[in-house]
């Protein structure tokens, strides 16, 4: 079975899988060079310098994410439309695919609580467009571990559940779900996906660093 079928299987059982290497190394460099270019647009000449860390508070945080999302918008969706992915996502999906109009940007910066993102289903997070069923990637632009990741719950839910408003953030009301967490280990090119049902959270960043990821979505190129 080539990993491509192995990784649709965990997706269908776990509601996750971790692809290793999804991004290439040229998608990885032009993905990087746009966030480059996001930060550089309130003034910092390098986001992905260690040093950058004591700049993030919570305006710079929104202003470069803002950035990301509006100025360089195109751009990154001509990342993420690229054979490799929309090949990729093809096959996990199991009919042609396209990109979902939800992307972005995420900086999470050490002891920054408006950076941290609580338990919660992406579904919940579109509710104009729910019933697509995308899949989501999440992909780090820097090594992540259990100190700075992106933590799941392993099981393929098929429903949305009751969220709640948390610190401006939705956010799951039953923490009874979560029985069980996997943060796993990610070098820059290698990719979480996960259903849109698949309940996560970013974990407050213990590290040292940023941590800079993207997140985007593909679904049916049958769907609206």
Not at 30 to 57: M, S, Y
Not at 83 to 91: H, N
Not at 103 to 115: G, V, Y
Not at 154 to 163: I, N, T
Request: hydrophobic letters at 40%; aromatic letters at 8%; charged letters at 25%.
């Amino acid at each position: 079975m080539d990993r491509m079928a192995v990784a649709r299987e965990e997706l269908a059982r776990d509601g996750f899988t971790v692809i290793r290497g999804l991004l290439n190394q040229q998608t990885l460099e032009t993905a990087k060079g746009l966030v480059r270019r996001a930060a550089q647009n309130v003034g910092i000449d390098d986001i992905f310098d260690p040093a950058v860390v004591d700049r993030i508070d919570q305006e710079t945080w929104g202003k470069v994410r803002i950035a990301s999302h509006y100025r360089l918008s195109d751009e990154f969706e001509e990342v993420y439309c690229g054979p490799d992915l929309l090949e990729a996502a093809s096959l996990l999906l199991g009919t042609a695919a396209k990109l979902f109009p939800v992307h972005k940007l995420r900086i999470s910066a050490p002891d920054r609580e408006f950076t941290t993102h609580p338990w919660h289903q992406d579904e919940a997070t579109w509710p104009a467009m729910l019933g697509r069923n995308p899949i989501s990637v999440w992909a780090p632009l820097v090594p992540v571990d259990e100190r700075n990741g992106l933590a799941l719950v392993p099981r393929a839910y098929d429903r949305l559940f009751e969220h709640e408003d948390q610190d401006g953030f939705l956010a799951v009301s039953d923490n009874s779900l979560v029985v069980d967490e996997h943060m796993p280990k990610l070098q820059p090119g290698d990719a979480i996906v996960f259903s849109c049902f698949t309940v996560h959270r970013s974990i407050p960043n213990r590290s040292e660093g940023l941590r800079l990821s993207l997140d985007f979505r593909y679904q049916a190129a049958s769907n609206p």
